[in-house]
């Protein structure tokens, strides 16, 4: 059965950071790309950043220069770094393992950004 748990999500202030994990189980992990969405309320789920199989890495714009996605093969985890969070940034993340037709998704986790 495969399983994606995402954690570290939460309220944080703006300019503040937060550090997002994805523990993976069920899947060959070292051959899926891993990924990262994010759902504002109302507003369509959109990738934030991924990562493929070989570690290229892949970052929507509005979170360039802000925001890391890194991979841990052995643990089979997948982090998020986010730095200098803004308002906007506030939304369920969600973390995606894509591999051909294999499609699947964690629950998501909820990060506020408001003073």
């Known amino acids: 059965q495969v399983q994606l748990v995402e954690s570290g999500g939460g309220l944080v202030q703006p300019g503040g950071s937060l550090r997002l994990s994805c523990a993976a189980s069920?899947?060959?992990?070292?051959?899926?790309?891993m990924g990262w969405y994010r759902q504002a309320p109302g507003k369509q789920r959109n990738m934030a950043a991924a990562i493929t199989s070989g570690g290229t890495t892949n970052y929507a714009d509005s979170v360039k220069g802000r925001f890391t996605i890194s991979k841990d093969i052995a643990k089979k985890m997948v982090y998020r770094q986010m730095n200098s969070l803004k308002p906007e940034d506030t939304a369920v993340y969600y973390c995606n393992a894509r591999k051909g037709d294999a499609d699947y998704w964690g629950q998501g986790t909820q990060v506020t950004v408001s003073s």
């Open positions: 069920g899947i060959a992990f070292s051959l899926y790309r």
